[in-house]
């Protein structure tokens, strides 16, 4: 077979390039948006999470999944937000060699006052002239390729598609 043969066509290369252009872009974007809240778009989703689980609170290796983190960085971000106030960082009871991370009062105001911000910066920047079926579509397209990005289901965002009977997945919001 000849590089010719095996070289992306022009779409697909022009769909990777915007893909990547889009990866690039948004998280910066989004963090711009977020700037007067004092939090990243990342530090956002990690107090979502939290705000999400049972009891406030989540093992810092699940909060590395729902979040699409690697643990080093998970680490560096908890202690940053430690020191804001806004997350502890406890043993874990059940494991004593893991850590949990919880949601605090003062990190449950700070989710809460930067939702709004975050929802409208979301939607100005993704959802706005999208159609409902284009979002879905978006939701499906994405979720396909990270189920090829993270074939062994590390992340919660495609667990769910260890058991495909099942159409709901535990990273999707509640309705």
Same mark, same amino acid.
Request: charged share 25%; with cysteine.
């Given at each position: 077979?000849?590089?010719?043969?095996?070289?992306?066509?022009?779409? =697909?290369?022009?769909?990777?390039?915007?893909?990547?252009?889009?990866?690039?872009?948004?998280?910066?974007?989004?963090?711009?948006?977020?700037?007067?809240?004092?939090?990243?778009?990342?530090?956002?989703?990690?107090?979502?999470?939290?705000?999400?689980?049972?009891?406030?609170?989540?093992?810092?290796?699940?909060?590395?999944?729902?979040?699409?983190?690697?643990?080093?960085?998970?680490?560096?971000?908890?202690?940053?937000?430690?020191?804001?106030?806004?997350?502890?960082?406890?043993?874990?009871? =059940?494991?004593?060699?893991?850590?949990?991370?919880?949601?605090?009062?003062?990190?449950?105001?700070?989710?809460?006052?930067?939702?709004?911000?975050?929802?409208?910066?979301?939607?100005?920047?993704?959802?706005?002239?999208?159609?409902? =079926? =284009?979002?879905?579509?978006?939701?499906?397209?994405?979720?396909?390729?990270?189920?090829?990005?993270?074939?062994?289901?590390?992340?919660?965002?495609?667990?769910?598609?260890?058991?495909?009977?099942?159409?709901?997945?535990?990273?999707?919001?509640?309705?």
């Amino acid at each position: 077979m000849t590089s010719t043969e095996t070289a992306l066509r022009q779409p =697909e290369r022009v769909a990777v390039a915007r893909l990547h252009a889009m990866l690039e872009l948004l998280p910066t974007a989004l963090d711009k948006q977020l700037a007067g809240e004092s939090l990243t778009a990342f530090e956002f989703t990690l107090l979502e999470a939290l705000w999400e689980a049972d009891g406030r609170r989540l093992r810092l290796s699940a909060l590395a999944s729902r979040t699409n983190a690697t643990l080093p960085r998970l680490s560096r971000v908890v202690t940053g937000l430690e020191r804001k106030g806004l997350v502890e960082r406890t043993a874990c009871p =059940e494991d004593g060699r893991a850590f949990n991370a919880t949601l605090t009062d003062a990190g449950m105001e700070a989710f809460l006052a930067t939702r709004p911000v975050h929802a409208d910066a979301v939607r100005a920047m993704i959802l706005d002239g999208l159609t409902d =079926e =284009e979002i879905d579509s978006l939701a499906a397209l994405t979720l396909k390729i990270l189920a090829r990005l993270d074939p062994d289901r590390r992340l919660t965002i495609t667990a769910c598609l260890a058991d495909p009977v099942d159409a709901s997945c535990p990273a999707d919001p509640a309705p």
